[in-house]
């Protein structure tokens, strides 16, 4: 049984800044890539950023230059740096994180979302 748990969310006014946690917790071997995804109703879920387990990171245009993604592999926990924030990236944001469990097998696991509005 794998858990991934955020926190961090809620409500700023645009131009601030606001860190979201992730920490996974289980039957865990190791994880490998993890990420941050977000989703505003009506739309699909899209891609925010990702990290590598050492350290490659990758970003969506929108986000680049103002979020940074990071992991403490000792913690099994990713992190999302937002800053200068625009209304635009309201949304529920959830982590993902592909992990190896103690019986080696793979598999994609999901928080369950925390909510960013960014709002005057």
């Known amino acids: 049984q794998v858990q991934l748990v955020e926190s961090g969310g809620g409500l700023v006014q645009p131009g601030g800044s606001l860190r979201l946690s992730c920490a996974a917790s289980?039957?865990?071997?190791?994880?490998?890539?993890m990420g941050w995804y977000r989703q505003v109703p009506g739309k699909q879920r899209e891609v925010v950023a990702t990290?590598?387990?050492?350290?490659?990171?990758n970003y969506t245009d929108s986000v680049n230059g103002r979020f940074t993604i990071s992991r403490d592999n000792a913690r099994n926990t990713v992190y999302l740096q937002m800053n200068s924030l625009k209304p635009e990236d309201t949304a529920v944001y959830y982590c993902?994180?592909?992990?190896?469990?103690?019986?080696?097998?793979?598999?994609?696991?999901w928080g369950q979302g925390t909510q960013v509005t960014v709002s005057s």
């Open positions: 993902h994180a592909n992990i190896i469990l103690h019986s080696l097998a793979r598999v994609n696991y």
């Open positions: 289980g039957s865990i071997f190791s994880i490998n890539g």
């Open positions: 990290i590598t387990r050492d350290g490659t990171t």
